[in-house]
């Protein structure tokens, strides 16, 4: 049955788009590469040129299309923000057959989209005696995939959360729950802060990350400050955690300070040269994974939906200055805000920064689960393990169970 405002959506590119890519793709010129650089100055000449080759014979993007089409009900519909006028957003949205499934928002973050759900969609809804079942949205943020985006300066998380709340209003979800990772992360965050407990009921997320433990937190904070003592050492998961991390900081972030402080000059590259586009995004799916053997189809549909996309790549880097920006410099992930619903963590080891368990540990934290693999991408590279915490998390006996009214993921 079709909703008030709600416009079906089916992926169709135009011809000329697909003609214009064939002809950049037929001019590529490709870079000089250093003797056995492998991974180590970025990503390698062979696997970019295999990658340009299929794409340019071979990929064949009206099969990927159509399967997108098939796998996932889209819709797009009108979202007033407030001093920044009216967006048209693109969203999935499949419910599940039963009447009690618990409303989900499904959030991405760059350099994803709305291709991140597509695994854990056909999980989510599933009926089952043995486990809740969850009606799925999962948005298009502004400027990604086939949403349009803002054109005025300042569009921050605030307004991608008040982008999504709405959409779950429009959708009749007045109460729901979120989970997110990357953006996802920030953005669910802050639904939870501005529209908990009214609306916004318990959020998820695979990205638990929390900056060092400061003096307000005097216990935590001196046993870091003598973790070189083998009584208050951290173990040997956390270690491997902290050098993860200091790996992104110094190798992994060199398009983390472009996107936050010049994101229209790479934009530039992103918006004209597919095989650019290509490099900047193949570097994360490959680095940003726990060992996921990538098909390279899965590659280049990946990445077209960057390059087709309705307001061009370089719509979808603006998110990280503007947040920068607003956060005075700051470190824009991990600013601690407190939330006061049910929050649920999953751990993956393979993420970008991960921080021991003891510095997340929040008051209204009601799950987690720490796993041994799995990186940036979980609900993509893991769906079976990421979707088997929501269950736990919001069913018969976890810790967010019946948070939405008459609404608890099983049948009456």
Request: net charge neutral.
């Amino acid at each position: 049955m079709s909703i008030q405002g709600e416009t079906p959506f089916v992926i169709t590119v135009p011809h000329e788009q697909l003609s214009l890519l064939s002809q950049k793709l037929a001019l590529t010129t490709l870079p000089d590469e250093i003797d056995d650089a492998r991974w180590d100055y970025g990503a390698p000449l062979a696997d970019i040129t295999r990658l340009v080759n299929r794409w340019k014979n071979g990929f064949d993007w009206r099969k990927q299309e159509a399967a997108l089409n098939a796998e996932l009900p889209q819709f797009t519909r009108d979202i007033a923000i407030e001093g920044y006028g009216t967006l048209n957003i693109h969203y999935v949205h499949k419910k599940s057959q039963i009447k009690g499934a618990i409303p989900l928002l499904f959030v991405h973050g760059w350099p994803g989209s709305f291709i991140e759900v597509r695994k854990v969609l056909p999980l989510l809804i599933e009926a089952s005696p043995d486990h809740p079942s969850f009606h799925v949205v999962a948005i298009s943020l502004p400027g990604y995939g086939f949403s349009t985006a803002p054109s005025k300066k300042g569009f921050e998380i605030p307004q991608y959360a008040e982008v999504a709340h709405k959409l779950m209003l429009a959708l009749g979800y007045g109460e729901y729950v979120t989970q997110g990772g990357d953006w996802g992360y920030r953005i669910t965050r802050k639904i939870a802060e501005l529209y908990g407990p009214k609306h916004s009921k318990a959020w998820h997320t695979n990205f638990p990350i929390s900056g060092p433990p400061t003096i307000s937190r005097p216990l935590l904070w001196l046993n870091h400050a003598l973790s070189a003592l083998p009584f208050l050492s951290y173990s040997k998961r956390e270690i491997a955690g902290f050098e993860r991390t200091v790996w992104f900081q110094r190798w992994g972030r060199g398009y983390y300070a472009e996107q936050t402080t010049r994101p229209q000059t790479v934009g530039y590259s992103l918006t004209d040269s597919p095989v650019g586009l290509l490099a900047w995004i193949y570097e994360k799916l490959v680095e940003w994974t726990d060992s996921y053997r990538w098909d390279d189809d899965e590659i280049l549909t990946w990445v077209s939906i960057y390059w087709f996309s309705r307001a061009g790549p370089t719509a979808s880097t603006r998110i990280y200055y503007e947040a920068f920006k607003a956060a005075d410099g700051k470190d824009i992930l991990s600013l601690g805000v407190h939330t006061k619903i049910p929050v649920g963590y999953s751990y993956f080891p393979k993420e970008l920064v991960i921080s021991p368990r003891s510095w997340t540990q929040v008051p209204n934290l009601v799950f987690q689960a720490e796993h041994e693999e799995g990186g940036h991408f979980a609900a993509y590279e893991k769906p079976e393990i990421l979707v088997g915490d929501l269950r736990k998390m919001f069913g018969k006996g976890g810790g967010a169970f019946g948070v939405v009214k008459d609404k608890n993921g099983y049948d009456a």
